[in-house]
Structures are given as C-alpha cells and as structure tokens.
C-alpha cells in the first residue's frame, strides 16, 4: 500500500485552498468558570486526576460545545462535550507504538518519508480512529485511519480534514492513487 508523493503533494495543495476559503465557525477560548456544571461535572467523573488546561466553546451539529483540554500525566487529552454534559469526542494523544498493528503498518507504508510529529486517538460514540500529524519538507499533513489501517482523511494540518480522494484523485483498492502502471493495466 504505497501512496505516490505527488499523491499527497498534490492533495495538500488542495486542502491549503480549502483551510484559505473555509468559513467554518471557530472554536473561542473561555474561561473555564464560564463552561456549564453539567460539563464540568461529567469531565470531573470521567477523569477526576487530569488537570484542566484551558477551555474552549464552539459549534458543533448547530449545537453550542464546550472543550476542555487538560493533561494527565503525559497524556494530553481533548474531550468535546454538548452544554449538557453529554459526550462528543474524546482525543487523546499516544505513542506511535501504541497504534494497532495494522495501523502501525499503514503509518509506515503511507508516510514513510515523514516525521511523525503527534498521534492521537479519537472516540467518538463507538468509534475508533487515529490521527497522525506528520512532516515531511516543507508539508504538514493530519492523516487520519480507521483501526484497519484504512486512511480515512488527509488534510493539510490545521486544514479542515477532507475525505480521502474527494479532490478528484483516481484512487486505488488499497487507497493510494493509482500509479502509471496501474492505470495501464500492469501488475505492481
């Protein structure tokens, strides 16, 4: 599962223009007296040794939510909640050895030229996916793969992720762009 550099190249071009003409609704800095009880109270529940860092509120589905960002031990941790306490997402960084094999795998074939610069796990309801912020020259890029070792999303870091392939790139069944002798019919 090898993806062609100008692949990426080319994608993070993309997502560049996107970040430049997004006007998604940024996440605002608040004081974190200013977040609601019922979020206080469920981060208190969930994680009752982190220290709070700083807080945020945002958008989130045409609803107001509040982050709260906070370190536990060497865990950096992100959790989203909605003004009522119920729970969004939960990131949380981890080491690159703690990544599913398969991932792992997909990790190196996919970025192998890059400089892993942070790894993240996401959870949202039931669903796990991991996020790789990477350098490599001058492009940052944020990748992000299922528990198989599927990309799901590339971006440019800081971008808004877009899906894999949606800036029109013909991709191959292991998600990379096909190459010349693909696309000619040739074995790889």
Do not use: W
């Not at 700083?54 to 989203?80: F, H, M, N, Q, W």
């Not at 790894?119 to 940052?140: F, G, P």
């Not at 992720?161 to 998600?175: C, D, I, R, W, Y």
């Amino acid at each position: 599962m090898k993806t062609n550099m100008a692949f990426i190249s080319q994608f993070c071009v993309g997502a560049l223009l996107l970040l430049a003409a997004s006007a998604s609704a940024q996440e605002q800095e608040i004081e974190c007296k200013d977040v609601p009880t019922a979020v206080r109270t469920a981060f208190q529940k969930a994680y009752p040794n982190a220290t709070i860092k700083d807080c945020a509120k945002e958008v989130e589905d045409d609803k107001t939510a509040y982050e709260i960002s906070s370190t536990e031990g060497k865990t950096r941790r992100d959790i989203l909640y909605y003004e009522d306490g119920a729970l969004i997402v939960v990131e949380e960084t981890i080491d690159a050895t703690d990544l599913p094999k398969d991932v792992q795998q997909a990790v190196s074939d996919v970025l192998a030229d890059h400089k892993i610069e942070l790894v993240e796990k996401l959870t949202r309801d039931d669903t796990v996916t991991y996020e790789i912020k990477s350098q490599h020259a001058d492009v940052a890029l944020e990748i992000v793969f299922d528990g198989n070792g599927k990309v799901l999303k590339i971006a440019a870091a800081g971008a808004e992720a877009s899906p894999a392939g949606e800036e029109g790139e013909e991709k191959s069944e292991s998600g990379g762009e096909k190459d010349e002798d693909e696309e000619e019919g040739g074995e790889k």
